[in-house]
């Protein structure tokens, strides 16, 4: 493996290890209780609630389109974190204080749409690198 290569695959498997990271983080933010510590730190954040879902999944479809070696299965694993975004909200209804919004489905969705389509080109331009 020459050297090119392997900082090629050192830069995926970072940006696999984050994606990872930001689904554990967008999972358990997701259906931690209302009256949580780390949901209390959220709300004094004063950031609006769907600009949060549309920045949170904008960065879970993002980082697989660029980070998989493989252009298709990056697309559909960040195309998928819609479905994830729609099961969470759904699972919101059985966490305290928390209530499933339409609103936070379609911010999920627009953030998951431009992700996707925000991650092409710039796979395309960090491959000419």
């Known amino acids: 493996m020459n050297d090119r290569m392997l900082r090629a695959h050192n830069k995926g498997t970072a940006l696999m290890v984050l994606w990872t990271v930001l689904i554990c983080c967008v ?9 949580s510590p780390v949901m209390v730190a959220v709300g004094r954040l004063h950031v ?36 994830l975004g729609v099961l969470l909200e759904g699972g919101q209804h059985f966490s305290p204080g928390r209530a499933v919004e339409l609103g936070d489905v379609i911010a999920n969705g627009a ?3 431009c992700g996707a389509l925000l991650g ?9 690198l």
């Open 27 to 35: 999972v358990v933010g997701s259906l931690l209780p209302a009256a």
């Open 48 to 83: 609006n609630d769907k600009v949060q879902h549309f920045c949170a999944y904008l960065a879970l479809s993002f980082l697989p389109v660029i980070g998989f070696r493989d252009r298709r299965r990056g697309i559909a694993a960040g195309l998928s974190m819609f479905v």
């Open 111 to 113: 953030g998951v749409s």
């Open 120 to 128: 092409l080109p710039i796979r395309t331009l960090i491959a000419l």
